[in-house]
């Protein structure tokens, strides 16, 4: 027997690599103000298609008084002059004019200024990996469809919902990508909104389709069949419901008999709830670990370790830009020592660094560790863009405010990397270092490994987007203003690999940050080396 999925015309999905939502906070606000303008665009639009129809109106009011009096009594009517004269104006004059009247199109200006905007909107790719980073952040911060639906997502004042017809479109996206877990909860809170009564266009009959295949593919036999029999009650005719229902029972049953069990009546289907199925298992061997450090689980900020973190004045080994306004540093870990600059960035140098990058930002990129060439990668998704010291003295002033603090020379590090993390934006774990077994990431530059890294928050976020070590358990969270410091290696110039480290997913707001990766040559007499792998 053969079972058909969802989508009849198709084949059922294969796996696909995961969309990547490419339009970033700072475009976005861009597209809320191009949004406004067609709003206004369209407004103009009818009103002059009212005007027009008040026109047309006028018109055809003004005629039908005429001919109802010519009508009447024809000769009569014609037999003055005026009447006669004015009947061959109307047909030869003013019927023309109504005709080009009528013939006038207001839309002209609206779809002009649509064609002008088209241009910047999102395309069917940006609108898939929205969705996908609703999903990401569903995951990771084990939210459940219906707050998103609701829009009850912490931090947020204000609400945005979610339709049957959207949560039915989410189910869709992940259901074409073969990601049946979230083809699921997405249906089925489709489902749950149109049990409720709420207005949709998308048919019951749809969701229950791919719910119920989607249920199947997670090998959930009992709900398939419940869900398939909902299904045929409502449309008996359905060119796959009877044909899947026929095949889940049948492979109920064989499943049954090899476990000795008997052939029962599936249960009341109950609703599904996140947690009800498992999510899959996927490419990346800390998922858990590292989702959790996202949501506040996991850190391991004893009150023994706190008592070795101290606060202090840092002056740069008394350097001279630093003596009389030392910086304030604060430790955030003590091994591996990562440590916090209290106003590292002022507002305005925020502003401007903002302002150069937001015309550059494209999408983030990773260095091959084979071929050290620039490329994309899922696991990264933000934009980014690059800023050299000599395009504006605020560049050149932070590259030297970094040299200062750290004491370590810039002028073998990479340019400052603003990154823009909007919806769904993350970075998941990752070195920043090139180990051994990719001795080519960094050849092209010809300055040796990055030895370490310096992180400039330019905003605050509202919930999500810290910074994570899963090995040793750290989270640390963006506030604007502020940067933070670690080593990548040891004395030695081996790999720290405890400072493996993510950026979780922006659950609600944007998030800015500025990257200054140091590098090994020049650092010689800065950082001695040392022969062991001891900080």
Known sequence: MELFSANSSIPTP?????????VVFGQMTDLIYTEKELVQSLKEYIQAEESKLAAVKSWANKLDVLTRASTSDPEVYLAHPVNAYKLMK?????WSELESLVL???????????TVHRQYFPDEEDEKGAAKALMRLQDTYKLDSESFSKGKL?????????????????????????????????????LRQMDA??????????????????????????????????????????????GNLRYFEKLLSKQLKELNQEVQEPATEEPIQLGTYKRPKDYLPEREIYEGLCRG????????????????????????????????????????????YLNALSDSEIEKIKELAKPRLARATVRDPKTGVLTTANYRVSKSAWLEGEEDPVIERVNQRIEDITGLTTQTAELLQIANYGVGGQ?????????????????????????????NYMSDVEAGGATVFPDFGAAIYPKKGTAVFWYN?????????RTRHAACPVLVGCKWVSNKWIHERGQEFRRPCGLTEVD
């Not at 200006?109 to 649509?114: A, E, K, L, R, T």
């Not at 709420?198 to 199947?216: C, F, G, I």
């Not at 008394?318 to 003590?334: A, C, F, I, S």
């Open 427 to 455: 970075y998941e774990p990752h070195f920043d270092f090139s180990r051994k077994d990719e001795p080519d990431a960094f050849k092209t530059l010809g300055t040796g490994n990055r030895v370490a890294t310096f992180l």
């Open 154 to 190: 912490p931090g947020m004042h204000h609400n945005a919902i979610l339709t049957v017809d959207d949560c039915y479109d989410m189910g869709k996206t992940a259901y074409n990508e073969a990601d049946y877990y979230h083809a699921v909860l997405w249906m089925q809170q489709a």
């Open 489 to 497: 290696l040891f004395r030695s110039g081996e790999g720290d690999y």
């Open 90 to 94: 109307r047909l030869n004059t003013e």
């Open 104 to 114: 006038q199109d207001p839309s002209d200006g609206f779809i002009s200024n649509m």
């Open 297 to 340: 689980e996991g850190v391991k900020m004893t009150s023994e370790r706190r008592s070795r973190l101290y606060c202090r004045y840092h002056d740069g080994n008394r350097n001279p830009r630093l003596l009389l306004q030392p910086m304030k540093e604060e430790d955030e870990w003590d091994s591996p020592h990562i440590v916090r």
């Open 197 to 242: 009564g709420e207005e949709h266009v998308v048919s019951k009959a749809d969701v229950l389709d791919y719910l119920s295949y989607s249920v199947y593919q997670m090998g959930d036999l009992p709900r398939a069949i419940e869900l398939t029999r909902r299904l045929v009650a409502i449309d008996s005719s359905h060119q796959r419901a009877g």
């Open 14 to 22: 294969l796996p696909q690599e995961p969309w990547v939502f490419r």
